[in-house]
């Protein structure tokens, strides 16, 4: 509406009030102007104007007014982040009014925004708390109001962080989602023409999807209602940036999905990016969203990489959301983690084409670091940092230097992640790569690699057990059978078994992800080592090992390198 017409018209009426000496007058046109200031976000001004109104207020021993200024001056606190202040006033207007449902509504939301906050600083167990505070609020509010679907919406939200915060410990979190359908059903009962319900189910369902993906589920029915929630929003409120910020997140899970089976994911991750952008214009000073952005673009360029193309331009749009996340909330440690992610993603890359890649690696190190500082239960980077050190012990295994240092740092920060969140499947593989490296260190330095072969066969069949769709996991397996085979041909024992097993767990990772090029490789590589041990088969098996080759290069040109070793041994075998 007008606000400067409003604000002129009840100033008009406050300043003829205070020529009359009417203090009722006074005290409702100062609560009007504060109503006005708070509709522009002028909290400075409503918080001044309420103040003097609440003091009247109390002068005239009216309860209604009082409690009414005292809400508002929490909602004020409330919206300048100072959630003490913001509890306080709630309480206290409650106990002026005990009718006033507003008062327990805003109590919900202030300790369902506690929780949150201490979720993002890994400390869960008091998050839970918070949320279950919230939760008796949001009651007490319904039972005074239950025609406000403002409420129910607030409880949706609630269930929906609990949802998150038990996936994020490995619990499972079915009867949180449930809860949250719940809640959200009710407010969508009550009035369906509001954009905030459709939001938080959109929320909901892109969460559920997001657990359901990393748990090897299937995620295709939670998006397709999280897409549905999140075009309805937009529909009701075409300005709203959570809703295009939500379904940008969602199109992102999209396209991991899409990947993972070896399908297309460009088309989703470009509407992701295109209405993330949409999302910070409208918001400029959402973190989530700058961080959700930069997201989309790395995952944009995670899929250039694996066709082989230059990913550098989308890693520093990436880098660049992240770096206006952290600026804007300093300890957000999540946006601290993802560019991490993607200063490895450049590290593979520089590695890939022949550069150096330690200086990348070690800043990558750092962004983790400071993730982990803000938050030391945060597993995914834990998890990360791992797979950085993985990545520095192979660029050092492969250069001939000791490895074992980074292969230390890996182990450990692996094994804290899973022990923090058992069910992050990618870890797992990490582990198996981990053993692996160390078991080449061994065997550069004729020592029995046995043991460590035995650790990685545990990290694969786990890999395998937490996600039996992540074609990942079976390429990982494969590598253990491929290395080990390389060890009994060169012990000069029988490798059948090996070849026989890597070949299948190709076949198991091919049958998921048919365009996995590094299990083309793997298969390449059981195939020469098969024909540099039965002569009588070796030109057959040396043409099946250079057309897997052929085709893993022709999906990723950047592979080069990874194949030049496998290509020579060929050369030699004919």
Not at 253 to 280: F, I, M, S
Not at 342 to 356: F, I, M, P
Not at 498 to 508: L, N, P, T, Y
Request: aromatic fraction near 8%; charged fraction near 25%.
């Amino acid at each position: 509406g007008d606000f400067s017409a409003a604000e002129a018209y009840i100033n008009e009426g406050l300043a003829i009030a205070r020529q009359l000496g009417n203090q009722h007058a006074i005290a409702d046109s100062l609560a009007n102007v504060g109503f006005v200031y708070l509709q522009q976000d002028v909290l400075a001004g409503a918080r001044e104007v309420y103040t003097e109104a609440l003091a009247i207020y109390h002068q005239l021993a009216n309860e209604q007014g009082t409690a009414d200024a005292t809400i508002h001056l929490g909602l004020i606190a409330f919206y300048e982040g100072d959630l003490e202040a913001a509890l306080g006033k709630s309480d206290q207007a409650y106990d002026e009014a005990e009718w006033l449902y507003e008062a327990k509504k805003l109590g919900g939301d202030i300790h369902l925004e506690m929780g949150t906050e201490l979720a993002l600083e890994g400390d869960y167990d008091n998050a839970l708390t918070a949320f279950q505070r919230a939760g008796e609020a949001y009651e007490e509010a319904a039972d005074i109001a239950r025609s406000d679907p403002s409420i129910a919406e607030g409880d949706c939200g609630r269930w929906t962080m609990v949802m998150e915060l038990r996936g994020r410990r490995g619990v499972t979190a079915h009867d949180a989602f449930d809860q949250a359908i719940s809640a959200c059903g009710r407010a969508v009962s009550i009035n369906p023409y509001r954009a905030d319900v459709h939001e938080r189910l959109a929320r909901l369902y892109w969460k559920r999807a997001d657990l359901a993906n990393d748990r090897g589920d299937d995620p295709v029915p939670y998006l397709d209602d999280a897409i549905a929630a999140a075009e309805r929003a937009i529909a009701i409120d075409p300005v709203s940036a959570v809703a295009h910020a939500t379904l940008g997140g969602t199109l992102i899970v999209a396209a991991q999905r899409h990947e993972g089976q070896g399908r297309d994911p460009k088309p989703d991750l470009r509407r992701a990016v295109v209405n993330l952008q949409r999302a910070v214009e409208l918001d400029p000073s959402s973190v989530l969203s700058h961080d959700d952005l930069g997201y989309a673009w790395e995952r944009t360029a995670k899929y250039e990489m694996s066709v082989g193309l230059d990913p550098r331009p989308s890693l520093e749009r990436a880098l660049a959301a992240y770096d206006r996340a952290t600026e804007l909330e300093p300890a957000y440690a999540n946006a601290y983690n993802n560019a991490g992610i993607a200063r490895w993603r450049l590290a593979v890359y520089e590695d890939r084409t022949g550069l150096s890649p330690f200086s990348t690696l070690s800043v990558a190190i750092s962004s983790f670091d400071n993730a982990i500082d803000r938050n030391p239960n945060y597993h995914y980077a834990y998890a990360n940092r791992g797979l950085a050190w993985r990545t520095l012990a192979a660029v050092e295994l492969e250069a001939g230097r000791d490895p074992m240092d980074a292969v230390a740092a890996a182990r450990s920060d692996l094994a804290q992640a899973l022990e923090l969140n058992p069910r992050i499947f990618f870890a797992y593989p990490e582990q198996v790569a981990v053993e692996i490296i160390a078991a080449r260190w061994a065997m550069v330095n004729q020592l029995s690699p046995t043991s460590l072969f035995r650790a990685a066969d545990r990290a694969a069949d786990h890999a395998i057990e937490v996600n039996p769709e992540n074609a990942v996991a079976y390429q990982s397996a494969a590598q253990v059978h491929r290395y080990r085979a390389e060890w009994k041909l060169a012990e000069g024992r029988s490798v059948d078994a090996e070849i026989r097993e890597g070949r299948r767990h190709v076949g198991d990772a091919l049958a998921r992800h048919p365009g996995l090029s590094a299990a083309l490789i793997t298969d390449a590589a059981l195939l020469a080592i098969a024909a540099e041990a039965d002569p009588a088969r070796r030109r057959g098996l040396v043409r099946q090992a250079r057309q897997r080759l052929d085709e893993a290069q022709r999906l990723n040109p950047q592979i080069l390198r990874d194949v030049e070793q496998i290509a020579a041994q060929l050369n030699r075998l004919e």
